[in-house]
């Protein structure tokens, strides 16, 4: 039939393989972005990944800090507190701890 064949429903149907030879090197694109279209998009995309990970670092800052001082607070509390507080901090202290412990290992993951 040639290089047009007739599909079930009518279509015309390209054979590729007859149309390319050996020594021809063809691209195609099956996306209708144009080359400016891809270039912003990917300016955008860069965009959003660096404010993503300046977020991610300005949260992971802020809870160290305020983790920071909890911790130090417990620390204090259990060492010049009454023995009722010294228990609740000692239970803080060592949550937290057990806390970066597991952090630390599920980094090496």
């Known amino acids: 039939m040639g290089e047009l064949d007739k599909e079930?429903?009518?279509e015309p149907q390209?054979?590729?393989g007859q149309i390319v030879g050996k020594d021809h090197k063809y691209e195609l694109s099956v996306s209708n972005e144009t080359q400016e279209d891809a270039d912003t998009r990917r300016s955008k995309e860069t965009a959003d990944a660096d404010l993503k990970r300046k977020m991610t670092y300005v949260l992971f800052c802020f809870?160290?800090?305020i983790i920071g001082v909890v911790f130090a607070g417990c620390v204090y509390?259990?060492?010049t507190?009454?023995?009722d507080d010294k228990k609740w901090?000692?239970?803080i202290v060592s949550a937290i701890a057990s806390g970066l412990v597991g952090f630390l290992v599920g980094q090496g993951k």
């Open 8 to 10: 079930k429903g009518g």
């Open 14 to 16: 390209i054979n590729l």
């Open 63 to 65: 809870a160290l800090l």
């Open 77 to 79: 509390t259990f060492a």
């Open 81 to 83: 507190g009454a023995p």
């Open 89 to 91: 901090a000692a239970g």
